[in-house]
């Protein structure tokens, strides 16, 4: 309020505050209004936010599986954003944004089952990423992840498989290694190989339960809800995997210990949901 009252409510600097505020919004989970902060900071005139505030706004629209919105807002971005690189006398080649861009197009694509065109964006985001950062980087490995889900999509699970295994390599011991890791196992469930994906999922819930069991030492209203419904989902992902190999004793006790978690969090179990 105190720089609206000062710049007025179109200046640049409001739209900086307004793109800062949708990307806290946007981390505490709160995607409608992260939006709206965005818009806000889209409304303004253009300044150094504006190509971030429409990156950020199809990434948000992304996430609320806006597909149209999405790519609309993220094709704004990759040409600001290039104009940008213009008048600064930067390639957009080495331009960490335009990358991001190219990355985050590629999964609005493949959202829309647009994959030679997911495929592209990603090849291009991994080139770019590969040239700035090198092959050992996270933002490099998150790509060929990316790049390996397309294959999946595709029906070309050996490809795919082999895309995650290379970005692993790199994101193990990273928070990214968890999403990495049900990449891998979920190639393996369209390979027929369910075996291997439990033996995937197990290494997942292990992880999170020792973050979990971390959780537990602080008192109740610390606890952490986010870390204990990711525990109760890929405990349920788990038991779903069990069941297909015919593992039900292991399955039903996977699904205990998830109404557990949420029951220890605060969190209701889907069946006190439904009830």
Not at 143 to 166: N, P
Not at 188 to 208: P, S
Request: glycine content about 6%; charged content about 25%; hydrophobic content about 35%.
């Amino acid at each position: 309020r105190k720089s609206i009252k000062r710049y007025g409510d179109k200046d640049p600097a409001v739209g900086s505050i307004y793109t800062a505020l949708g990307n806290l919004h946007f981390r505490e989970g709160r995607i409608s209004e992260a939006i709206n902060s965005y818009k806000g900071a889209i409304d303004c005139r253009d300044g150094p936010h504006s190509a971030t505030a429409c990156l950020n706004l199809g990434t948000a629209y992304w996430n609320q599986l806006d597909v149209p919105q999405a790519t609309k807002y993220l094709k704004k971005a990759l040409k600001a954003l290039k104009i940008g690189c213009s008048r600064q006398g930067v390639s957009p080649e080495l331009c960490p944004e335009v990358a991001s861009c190219h990355h985050q197009l590629g999964l609005v694509y493949a959202l829309g089952k647009e994959y030679d065109s997911a495929e592209y964006e990603i090849e291009t985001a991994c080139r770019m990423r590969l040239a700035m950062y090198g092959s050992a980087h996270p933002m490099t490995a998150r790509t060929l992840d990316a790049a390996g889900r397309i294959q999946s999509l595709r029906g070309e699970f050996d490809q795919a498989l082999h895309y995650h295994e290379q970005a692993l390599t790199v994101l193990q011991g990273t928070p990214y290694a968890t999403s990495t890791l049900e990449n891998i196992a979920m190639a393996h469930m369209g390979r027929g190989d369910v075996l291997a994906a439990v033996h995937i999922y197990v290494e997942i819930v292990q992880c999170l339960k020792t973050a979990w069991h971390g959780e537990m030492v602080k008192p109740f209203y610390e606890r952490n809800q986010v870390a204990a419904q990711q525990l109760a989902d890929y405990l349920q992902k788990l038991a779903d995997a069990y069941m297909k190999v015919r593992h039900d004793a292991y399955a039903h006790q996977c699904m205990e210990e998830a109404d557990l978690v949420l029951s220890e969090s605060g969190i209701k179990s889907q069946e006190e949901n439904n009830d």
